[in-house]
């Protein structure tokens, strides 16, 4: 089993529109997420960290955490062309002291 | 704000031949990473380094690599025998505490000929 799974995509939505991605963990003692963007050729770009159950809004962005379904989502509201990119899901593994990068999902927004 | 620099941007060598790639994390932070990213895959934890010596190691990080904090700012990465398979992006992060957020530097482009 890996130990973040996302599907790859692409998704694709219309401006506009709510995008909704996902991603699920192995790690069942995992106490911190993280959502990053990245852009082709470019480093990740962190956009959003959870830590408790629950949602936590930061503008557009909602992250949404169920720990025992071992469940990390993000929402993007209003979907703009600007937010096409590679999203990256990462969990803290307290097992092994690293942080771990799901392969991401590649997020198209149509104009 | 601060952030995590890297140099060079971009690096050609030759296989066989040793490289370095150099990081300044942010200057409060504590933990020290070096991940990898070959072309259109995903990005991979090589080391995580705390207190002057590796935390944490992936099985990709064999005795061809090795990482050093020389000076109290500096973060490198040395490649020993660089192999055409070593070709990839090599990203530097950092963290203040363990388990909070990863800042990542712009990274470094390594091509090995």
């Known amino acids: 089993q890996k130990e973040v799974e996302q599907n790859s995509g692409p998704l694709s939505v219309p401006e506009g529109a709510i995008a909704s991605l996902n991603c699920t963990y192995s790690?069942?003692?995992?106490?911190?997420f993280f959502w990053y963007r990245q852009y082709s050729g470019k480093s990740p770009e962190l956009i959003m960290s959870?830590?408790?159950?629950g949602d936590k809004e930061d503008g557009r962005f909602t992250a949404q955490l169920n720990k025992a379904s071992q469940y990390v989502s993000l929402l993007i509201r209003d979907s703009q062309p600007s937010d096409s990119a590679t999203y990256l899901c990462?969990?803290?593994?307290?097992?092994?002291?690293?942080?771990?990068f799901g392969s991401g999902t590649r997020l198209l927004v149509r104009p | 704000e601060p952030e995590v620099t890297q140099t060079p941007s971009h690096q050609v060598t030759q296989m066989g031949q040793e490289v370095i790639l150099r990081c300044v994390p942010i200057?409060?932070?504590?933990?020290f990473y070096w991940y990898r990213q070959i072309l259109g895959q995903k990005v991979e934890f090589l080391v995580s380094?705390?207190?002057?010596?590796?935390?944490?190691k992936s099985e990709i990080f064999d005795d061809q690599f090795s990482v050093e904090r020389p000076d109290g700012s500096n973060f490198t990465l040395k490649i020993r025998s660089t192999k055409l398979e070593d070709s990839a992006m090599y990203f530097c992060?950092?963290?203040?505490?363990?388990?909070?957020?990863?800042?990542f530097g712009q990274g470094t482009r390594l091509t090995v000929v």
């Open positions: 790690d069942r003692g995992s106490q911190s």
């Open positions: 992060a950092s963290m203040p505490h363990r388990n909070t957020e990863a800042f």
């Open positions: 990462a969990v803290w593994m307290d097992s092994s002291y690293k942080l771990i």
């Open positions: 380094f705390y207190n002057n010596e590796i935390s944490e």
């Open positions: 200057s409060n932070h504590l933990y």
């Open positions: 959870i830590y408790s159950n």
